[in-house]
């Protein structure tokens, strides 16, 4: 710690740091621009000049960048001096030379930190009166508008783009005052995390273009606290909701999972929420009289048919199949409403097999599941078949950084301070901590990573259990390859060389051996480590989708699976089955769901969207979307986090739970999110820390409600006077700490509870520094979920394993974070980046195939045979066969092994699966035969 | 002994010295004995207690700047020495002249140089346009590697250099030692943070060291001849001679290597000739474009890096550029603002947007719309551009000639405002 003083008044701060940052850790204004609290200082905007005095006896002082400035004990500052405060008045003066000052119409506007510095800088009046220099601007896809004419030049864009996430494609262009940031041609932007450029930009030159489409100011957007649903990192946003629809997503900050940053399926993935294939009204099936034949029809029924229907059907022996991207509230309601023995985890049971092996390491004690942040700072990272980027991407922005700790301890021995960006990255250069990434094929990680094996799942698991043997020789492999021992040498060495390793992986494979053999190395390495227990060796697992792990822990007092729920339909051994916002097509092989459908049992599904499954539902009930129901989502670390119903969607629509609680159907809503979860809080004593969540919710009063709504939330007596002039009702909201208002207590009270950060003079999401206990510290009295995992016993032994056969052609299945997850899907901007189905092969195989680059090949599974367009890669495993599954084809028809063929070439397929592929970023793609 | 060590065997009618021509004029004989004799830290000290600072601009003690390169157990193996030959400062052609006149002796101290500080390996980084230069430069560096005085372990002396001539795409930025070093790298030429600096942080994060064309070319001289005489060449405060240039209207522009603290009047009316016929002097840059306008009254201080900062100016490069009776010192001064703002790299922003607005004040004078609220905001600028406020020494070296014009040729500005543009013939 150090003391200092600033206009006089003293304060104590952290010595390690920047004078800016801890100017703002301490509450003070001081205007910036180029500084990012996560990123670090380059000083190039000049913004937060301030005066230096070497004693108290020096009155001059000497003007120096506060964020360029590293704190001194003793030292003596000033942010009102004359001088300083003059500077500074210069600097956004000539910033603003060329700025169009065009806010009324742009999307910025409200929430620009432009706006904010430019009045808390005190500049008023325009005295340069010479033509301003305009630029071209660029279309970056779907998601990315770009009006450079706004720009600033703080350099932010390219730093975040490409010094932090590892992007190529947009860079600074030209020089003086034409700098330029953009592309060296049109085109989307390739980078998975181009979204937080809308964040990262002061001003209003890259904003988001799926909110232009139905724009509405930040002040006019009603918020809550909510999780990302898109995959099971837990990611915490806030989305924005406005005349009944759902606008955009913002980041929230969580200080140990997604800090600033959010990926591209999580902020434009919101989309789907407004699709035109919204379930919207309860839909039965009934049968109508169509001339002399009796044909089924659906026909809606009102929110009180549809209950009693439900409870009609629902009353017997009633199997629930509950479902990951649901809330734990409602998969509990569920569950409660059927029998712990009736309710199934709506996953498929390898799935279900790999993520409960997961679990089992979780509550190992001597291994840790490290959180995001921790991620972060882990100094050896082994990736372990997860192709992260795709299907947990904050986790891969995390361990992209992780790299970095290197550079951070050379910085320090040369006492370079961590904070100056520029000055570590270029005393650095290319030295990295180790990031080894074992993959069946190229990652958008390789360009950071130390080592990568390219190998299918078993040879994988050869490699993780060689390492092992490496770290303890009492350690017996099942399957020896000599051919592996150096590389595994090398990887123990590194695991066993850092102070903080960290083994990655996931259940995407659906890989039993898979996670053992992580789980065995963890305890091998953490055995060579002498059971350093402070520094428990981190391992993870991505987990799919946002409840995941909470489905599997509910499910886990049972023995049941999927292909259990699914037998019992197929055998009539159910009167009716409730299906929980799931499209079992996705979970299971077509047939087998198929054969679970024909026998007929009374099907009831509660969705938000329309699919291929709910099509089959004789009671097909709408369900409330993630944004617009409380609930709970238990990410991969196991840890229980509160979302809040954004808005109320329209009647009859409502949360699964509510349709799933058993009480008089003409009086629902029957229960509260709140009471569920407390009830089973109650009941559950491995869940009893689901409470601690509660008193956030319960704890306030009715006339002490947080507002959802900023205090300048405007219109809401105009809002609906197309209809009526009358102030409507506001909707209620008995249980929730939060009012669909803009009255209430302030924000500040409960951090847990905030949305959109606001501030006095702090307009844009950089007010979050306002919530903060330090800058990137913990949010104040905010609450960060609890851990449902707690450590059990001690695995006495390793844990055995089968080396998974494969064929001569192993086939592994592609995720893609634009497509692979369901939701997420059916947001249009994320259409514009998916691809139908597609293989990958390497070059080797297409050779022998004679198939050229995007050409197609006949893929046979069984009895099912289908033509796929080829993308030849570099990067894959040997003997390997990569399958992205879209649409009609789904893996588990695969699950028997593949075989491929030629097929002719067709010229018009050729250009269309070229064009195809063009969405996607393949760093690898072959390029010998492209061109024929 | 020559008394103009670094011009001795240049004679501009010729092809310069090769390598052969060169070692018979006494070339690579000292830098030999001093890599048989004499230890890194022994050249480091004779060079430190030799005097020479910087001839790049910014004169800063030549043997100081190597103390800071890390040396020792812990010290990164890998050192690098870069030779900034990128000269762009407007009225600058002194480094030009050393290394079309005389090639070799840039190789001869270049090794002197690597030696004291361990590096192996050096690069020129040369300005693009000097074309003549760049041929000169790897013919010499070709002959020396074949006679090894360049390769693995020259001349058994077990240390080892490779030069490795760099052209550069053209920026005056990179003339800025980080911005150049950047530039190395394949990266935008910006300026780096200091601190950290090169010699702890340079060129690939390695320590490095980065010295002008005519700061390299004292060195052999000084290992051959000893600090006595070296600093013996020098008539006043600092040690050695300067390569001093004169442009502008006068007899016989040139450059010559002068001791240091040779009165600027000789340099002007004996070396120069004197202003052409019908001109009289106005005012003159004493170091290149980046430094205070002097006047008339100054020209009988002499040619030293104190002398010179106490009228208010700097000494630089040592290259007058000289103002007329008969020209526009507006005109002159826009010019230079015009160029200035176009060479800002856009990294900081006083640089990059207050210069071009003072640019833009300079058109409107010459178009006659100027105001005198204009005086007001280019005065204001001298501050705002200031040493201290920028990111680089680039902004405040252009309010260097902007400042001092304003104050010496008021009545030029303001006759430029409500006459309908510049009053001058053009």
């Known amino acids: ?932 | 002994m020559s008394d103009r060590p670094l011009t001795r065997n240049i004679d501009m009618r010729r092809e310069p010295f090769n390598l052969q021509q060169y070692r018979q004029a006494e070339g690579y004989g000292a830098v030999l004995r001093m890599l048989r004799e004499q230890a890194p830290a022994d050249v480091l000290e004779t060079v430190k207690n030799s005097g020479l600072k910087g001839r790049g601009g910014a004169g800063f003690p030549t043997g100081l700047k190597w103390s800071f390169v890390p040396t020792g157990e812990g010290a990164p193996k890998t050192k690098y020495l870069v030779v900034n030959a990128d000269e762009m400062e407007p009225g600058t052609f002194k480094d030009r002249l050393l290394m079309e006149g005389d090639p070799h002796l840039l190789i001869e101290g270049m090794i002197i140089a690597a030696y004291t500080i361990q590096a192996s390996t050096a690069y020129i980084f040369l300005r693009g346009e000097y074309l003549r230069a760049e041929k000169l430069l790897r013919q010499a560096i070709a002959e020396a590697r074949e006679a090894g005085l360049l390769g693995p372990n020259i001349q058994g002396s077990g240390f080892s250099l490779e030069i490795i001539l760099h052209t550069s795409a053209g920026r005056y930025i990179c003339g800025e030692e980080t911005a150049l070093l950047n530039a190395l790298e394949g990266k935008r030429a910006n300026p780096r943070a200091k601190p950290p600096f090169p010699q702890v942080s340079g060129l690939w994060g390695k320590p490095t060291i980065v010295n002008n064309v005519e700061t390299i070319c004292n060195l052999p001289g000084i290992v051959r001849y000893g600090i006595d005489w070296y600093k013996k060449l020098g008539k006043g405060a600092d040690a050695g001679t300067k390569l001093c240039g004169v442009s502008g209207r006068v007899k016989n522009p040139g450059c010559w290597e002068l001791p240091l603290g040779t009165p600027i009047r000789e340099l002007l009316e004996e070396r120069a000739g004197g202003m052409s016929d019908g001109y009289a002097l106005r005012a003159f840059l004493p170091g290149g474009g980046s430094t205070d306008f002097l006047l008339p009254e100054h020209l009988d201080l002499t040619l030293d890096y104190d002398v010179i900062g106490k009228a208010g100016s700097r000494l630089a490069t040592g290259t007058m550029i000289i103002l007329d009776d008969q020209t526009c010192p507006v005109g002159m001064v826009g010019n230079l603002m015009r160029f200035f703002s176009h060479e800002s790299c856009g990294w900081c922003t006083p640089c990059r947007d207050g210069l071009p607005w003072v640019d833009a004040i300079f058109q409107r004078l010459e178009r006659g719309e100027g105001r005198h609220e204009d005086l007001d905001i280019l005065t204001e600028h001298l501050t705002y551009l200031g040493p201290g406020r920028t990111f680089c020494a680039l902004a405040p070296g252009a309010m260097a000639p902007l400042g001092s014009a304003l104050k010496h040729f008021r009545e030029d500005f303001e006759a430029h405002i409500g006459s309908g543009g510049c009053p001058w013939p053009k």
């Open chain 1, 1 to 932: 710690m150090a003391k200092i003083s600033v206009d006089g008044i003293k304060y104590e701060v952290n010595a390690a740091n920047n004078l800016l940052q801890e100017c703002l850790s301490q509450g003070l204004d001081l205007p910036y621009f180029c500084w990012h609290p996560c990123m670090g200082s380059v000083g190039a905007c000049r913004q937060c000049a301030v005066k230096q005095y070497r004693n108290a006896e020096d009155t001059t002082g000497t003007l120096v960048m506060a964020c360029m400035t590293p704190v001194t004990d003793g030292g003596l500052y000033s942010i009102q001096d004359s001088q300083a405060v003059d500077f500074r008045s210069h600097v956004i003066e000539s910033l603003m030379i060329s700025h169009p000052h065009d806010c009324p119409v742009c999307e910025e506007g409200g929430e620009c930190h432009l706006q904010d510095m430019t009045q808390m800088s005190g500049h008023n009046y325009r005295r340069y009166d010479f033509q301003k220099v305009t630029h071209r601007n660029q279309d970056l896809g779907p998601f990315i508008n770009h009006e450079m004419n706004r720009c600033i030049a703080c350099y932010r864009c390219v730093r975040f783009y490409g010094d932090y996430a590892g992007g190529t494609d947009l860079v600074a262009l030209a020089s003086h005052h034409h700098v330029y940031f953009g592309r060296h041609e049109e085109g989307t932007l390739e980078s998975e995390f181009s979204g937080n450029l809308v964040e990262v930009c002061p001003t209003g030159v890259f904003t988001d273009k799926t909110f232009s489409a139905h724009y509405s100011r930040k002040w006019d957007l009603q918020t809550a606290p909510s999780i990302c649903t898109g995959c099971g990192a837990g990611c915490n946003t806030t989305p924005g909701e406005r005349y009944g629809s759902l606008r955009r997503v913002v980041n929230r900050y969580h200080h140990d999972l997604n800090g600033y940053f959010l990926c591209d399926r999580g902020r434009f993935g919101y989309d789907a929420n407004n699709s035109a294939e919204r379930v919207k009204e309860a839909l039965f099936v009934q049968a109508q009289i169509n001339g002399n034949a009796e044909v089924p029809a659906r026909k809606p029924l009102s929110a009180t048919e549809a209950a009693r229907q439900f409870n009609a059907m629902a009353g017997g022996d009633v199997i629930g199949i509950g479902s990951p991207r649901a809330s734990l509230e409602s998969n509990i309601a569920l569950q409660q409403r059927v029998g712990a023995e009736n309710f199934y985890p709506g996953i498929n049971d390898d799935e279900l097999a790999s993520a409960r092996e997961v679990l089992a390491l979780m509550r190992e004690p001597g291994l840790h599941c490290p959180d995001i942040r921790s991620l972060e700072q882990s100094d050896c990272v082994l990736v372990v078949n997860e192709d992260l980027t795709n299907t947990a991407a904050r986790m891969a922005l995390a361990l992209r950084q992780a790299t970095r700790n290197a550079a951070t301890t050379m910085a320090a021995a040369a006492r370079i301070p961590a904070w100056q960006d520029a000055a570590v990255r270029e005393l650095a250069q290319h030295e990295r901590s180790p990031l080894i990434i074992l993959s069946p094929q190229g990652t958008r990680l390789d360009d950071v990573a130390s080592d990568t094996f390219l190998g299918s799942v078993a040879r994988q698991v050869q490699l993780l259990e060689a390492i092992a043997h490496c770290l303890d020789p009492e350690y017996s492999v099942s399957s020896r390859d000599p051919s592996l021992t150096s590389r595994a040498k090398a990887i123990a060495q590194a695991l066993s060389a850092a102070r903080r390793p960290c083994i990655v992986s996931g259940i995407s494979a659906q890989s039993t051996a898979l996670v053992r053999a992580s789980g065995n190395l963890a305890r091998a390495l953490q055995k060579a480590r002498k059971g350093d227990a402070d520094a428990p060796v981190g391992l993870c697992f991505a987990m799919p989708e946002a409840n995941t792990l909470g489905l599997v822990l509910l499910a886990e007092s049972t023995g049941n699976t999927l292909s259990g729920a699914l037998q019992r339909l197929a055998q009539k051994r159910a009167d009716a089955a409730v299906v929980l916002e799931n499209d079992l097509f996705r979970r299971a092989a077509t047939a087998e769901v198929a054969q679970a459908l024909a026998g007929h049992t009374p099907l009831i599904v509660i969705d938000h969207l329309h699919n291929a499954f709910n099509a089959r539902a004789r009671l097909l009930l709408p369900a409330a979307s993630p944004s617009e129901s409380n609930g709970t989502w238990v990410n991969y670390e196991g840890r229980a986090q509160s979302a809040y119903r954004v808005f109320a969607p329209a009647e009859p629509v409502r949360a699964a739970y509510e349709w799933l609680t058993p009480a008089d159907p003409v009086l629902l809503p029957s229960i509260s999110s709140e009471e569920i979860l407390a009830q089973f809080a109650d009941a559950h004593s491995a869940f009893a820390v689901l409470k601690d969540l509660l008193p956030h919710r319960l704890g306030l009063s009715a006339v002490m409600k947080s507002p959802r709504q900023l205090p300048r939330y405007s219109g809401r007596t105009a809002m609906q006077a197309n209809s009526h002039v009358h102030e409507y009702r506001q909707t209620q909201d008995p249980q929730s700490p939060l009012s669909f208002s803009m009255e209430g207590v302030p924000l500040q009270k409960d951090a847990s509870l905030l949305s959109a950060a606001w501030a006095p003079g702090w307009n844009s999401n950089q007010a979050i520094s306002k919530f903060q206990d330090e800058i990137n510290g913990e949010l104040r009295q905010g609450c960060k979920g609890v851990h449902l995992l707690q450590s059990g016993q001690a695995q006495a032994s390793y844990a055995p394993i089968v080396l998974p056969s494969e064929g001569d052609l192993a086939p592994y299945f592609i995720e893609h974070l634009f497509g692979s997850e369901e939701i997420s899907a059916k947001a249009v901007a994320i259409q514009a980046r998916t691809v139908g189905p597609y293989a990958c092969i390497g070059e080797a195989l297409a050779q022998t195939l004679g198939v050229a680059q995007h050409g197609r090949i006949l893929l046979k599974a069984g009895e099912r045979q289908v033509q796929l367009p080829v993308l030849i890669r570099q990067r894959i495993a040997p003997g390997s066969i990569g399958i992205y599954c879209a649409g009609e084809l789904d893996r588990y028809s695969l699950a028997g092994g593949v075989t491929v063929e030629a097929v002719p070439e067709a010229p018009d397929l050729l250009l269309r699966s070229r064009e195809m592929f063009r969405h996607l970023v393949i760093s690898d793609s072959w390029q010998g035969r492209d061109e024929s």
